[in-house]
């Protein structure tokens, strides 16, 4: 039997009673249907995407001139490769996880208020706000 809110969607996407009862047809006894619907959960249905790698994490299309990034780097005591390129906005929970990554993207973005906000290509007004950006983490790194 299924519940009314099931068969109201089901009806809408018109997937008729037949349908739902072909399993049974095709001789899977309602038991072992049952465990397998109960082995199989929601979470393992939608795949985890794998926490990136890197200390400095960079939602951008592309890397910025090889000169600004070595600066950076050098600044935060980190190497060139431990940059990590992100083509999609991380998920919260990764940035709360140890070691914390440093995030820096090209425009101010209200769901990540520690980034670093810098363009790719930024002018000297833009590399003296990066620099103030910078100025915390530098003295947490000699403190």
Excluded: F, Y
Aim: proline share 11%; hydrophobic share 45%; charged share 20%.
């Amino acid at each position: 039997m299924i519940d009314p809110v099931r068969q109201s969607m089901l009806a809408r996407m018109g997937i008729q009673s037949w349908q739902l009862r072909r399993p049974a047809m095709l001789g899977v006894a309602p038991a072992e249907e049952a465990e397998v619907a109960s082995t199989e959960s929601p979470q393992e249905a939608i795949p985890q995407a794998p926490r990136p790698a890197g200390k400095l994490w960079l939602l951008a299309q592309a890397l910025p001139a090889a000169t600004l990034l070595e600066d950076i780097c050098q600044l935060l005591a980190i190497r060139t490769d431990e940059v990590t390129l992100l083509s999609t906005p991380p998920e919260a929970h990764w940035l709360q996880q140890e070691p914390s990554p440093l995030l820096w993207l090209t425009e101010a973005d209200s769901r990540w208020p520690d980034a670093l906000v810098c363009p790719l290509a930024p002018g000297s007004a833009e590399k003296r706000a990066l620099w103030q950006q910078l100025q915390p983490h530098l003295a947490a790194r000699t403190a």
